[in-house]
């Protein structure tokens, strides 16, 4: 008698351990796969290896000196582009990404005449949908410091936002965040006649909120005219019965 309760107790165990783990967001801390990031060349044409495996999203975080879009030529993936933003001083910021399944290992090559492109690479474990109600971008005009990436709350509880910032006379040090919950990840210093200086960051929501308190800034005082440019877009995570990522790299 005593066996058959002891195994019906732990039975009941497991079915409650079961039902309080499902419907967990499965979204891991994203991670930078390129650690600086890479400077593309002043036309483009420098391709950069990375590795995704154990991934379900790709991100790119983007910055040239153009008004003129930037190519993406990559020898595994299909890559999907937000709008470029771009400021008076030809300061331009873009984020692109690509969703499981994908081939972990490839080359990313950027490419555009006197485009001076640069780009970082972030990788997120667990995040597997697009939210096309929540993305966004913002050009500030020239003289300010500060800049809201775009003002949005995600379809669902669980998402994974990115946002990046673009000033172009600043350092990776420069370049905060001012307000919210956003994370800098990585960025890139600004270099005469190569990169413009950028940044990437990531918010991990539990419970969709809006993006209105968010705020980048730069403490380069010598931004002047040049202007700021931001990009903001948010990934659903997958949800399940178990709080392991899921990896879909390689698929």
Not at 54 to 68: F, H, K, P, R
Request: net charge neutral; hydrophobic share 35%; glycine share 14%.
């Amino acid at each position: 008698m005593m066996k058959k309760l002891l195994i019906k107790l732990l039975v009941a165990i497991l079915i409650i351990a079961r039902c309080t783990t499902t419907g967990l967001a499965l979204c891991a801390t994203p991670t930078s796969l390129v650690s600086g990031g890479w400077f593309a060349g002043q036309n483009g044409g420098t391709g950069q290896a990375y590795n995704a495996t154990g991934c379900d999203l790709i991100v790119l975080i983007q910055s040239s000196y153009t008004v003129t879009a930037v190519t993406h030529s990559d020898t595994q993936n299909t890559w999907t582009c937000g709008t470029m933003y771009t400021t008076s001083g030809n300061n331009s910021n873009q984020m692109c990404w690509v969703q499981a399944p994908f081939q972990g290992s490839a080359t990313l090559t950027l490419a555009g005449t006197s485009t001076y492109p640069s780009g970082l690479i972030f990788c997120a474990s667990g995040a597997t949908t697009y939210d096309s109600n929540a993305t966004g971008g913002v050009v500030q005009a020239g003289g300010g410091s500060t800049i809201n990436p775009g003002t949005f709350t995600p379809s669902t509880d669980n998402q994974v936002v990115f946002s990046g910032m673009v000033a172009g006379l600043s350092l990776y040090s420069d370049l905060v965040i001012n307000a919210g919950s956003l994370t800098k990840l990585d960025g890139r210093s600004y270099t005469s006649n190569q990169t413009i200086g950028f940044a990437g960051a990531y918010w991990i929501q539990t419970t969709a909120a809006s993006t209105s308190g968010e705020q980048w800034k730069t403490n380069e005082a010598s931004q002047g005219s040049i202007g700021l440019s931001a990009t903001i877009a948010s990934f659903a995570c997958a949800t399940g019965s178990s709080g392991l990522p899921q990896g879909g790299a390689g698929k």
